[in-house]
């Protein structure tokens, strides 16, 4: 079960940090940092949601396409595992 929550953030991290790169935005990144905070942009935000629902093959309602699932590394990784399903997280 941990190693499976410990994956997840890892993977988000991942895509996180290429999708600041990618928009030339240099941040220390930890899980909990707002990344609106860090400078990623609403155009930037897409960007994330396409890489994340592409890193984790799946397609995000829309219902949980909102500003409050995408306010940090932890929130997106709260929403994938909640999409991953039970005993996922």
Do not use: C, W, Y
Not at 7 to 28: H, K
Not at 38 to 64: C, N, T, W
């Amino acid at each position: 079960m941990h190693d499976i929550v410990v994956n997840v953030q890892n993977r988000v991290l991942s895509v996180v940090r290429s999708v600041l790169q990618q928009n030339a935005i240099t941040a220390d990144l930890h899980p909990e940092s707002r990344l609106v905070d860090i400078g990623l942009s609403s155009v930037g935000m897409v960007e994330l949601m396409l890489k994340v629902e592409a890193e984790f093959d799946l397609v995000l309602p829309q219902l949980e396409i909102t500003p409050e699932n995408f306010q940090s590394v932890k929130t997106v990784q709260r929403m994938i595992l909640n999409q991953l399903g039970p005993g996922s997280g």
